[in-house]
């Protein structure tokens, strides 16, 4: 069973850069047919999903909210995931969460819909 799970600083000023990684245990992350998710939940609001990559082809996907800002890539230790977040905003304040899809489809649509869960970091952007 696979085991995510989230780590990088967690106070941040507007405007500052933040980097998040997401190492996975109990699989590979090499099986095709996996996705990697970012999803983040704000004070008072639902879960959003932010951005994915695709096991298969690379491909990535990001919310509006993220677009140009963020960016998820694979790690090249093995099993390790990024999300590098720039231009840091006080709306971007949230518990993080890496996640993992089965299906491409469910990752190009940024769904909330996912198989396997890290217990989330919390990010906060402050002055």
């Known amino acids: 069973q696979v085991q995510l799970q989230e780590s990088g600083p967690g106070l941040v000023k507007p405007s500052q850069t933040l980097s998040l990684t997401c190492t996975v245990s109990?699989?590979?992350?090499?099986?095709?047919?996996?996705?990697w998710t970012w999803i983040r939940q704000a004070p008072g609001k639902e879960r959003e999903g932010i951005s994915c990559i695709s096991e298969n082809d690379q491909s990535t996907y990001y919310a509006d909210s993220v677009k140009g800002r963020f960016s998820i890539s694979r790690g090249s230790v093995k099993n390790t995931v990024y999300l590098q977040m720039n231009s840091l905003k006080p709306e971007d304040t949230a518990v993080y969460f890496c996640?993992?899809?089965?299906?491409?489809?469910?990752?190009?649509?940024?769904?909330?819909?996912?198989?396997?869960w890290g217990q989330g970091t919390q990010v906060t952007v402050s002055s």
């Open positions: 996640a993992t899809h089965i299906s491409d489809y469910l990752c190009s649509q940024l769904s909330k819909d996912v198989s396997a």
């Open positions: 109990g699989g590979s992350i090499t099986t095709s047919y996996y996705a």
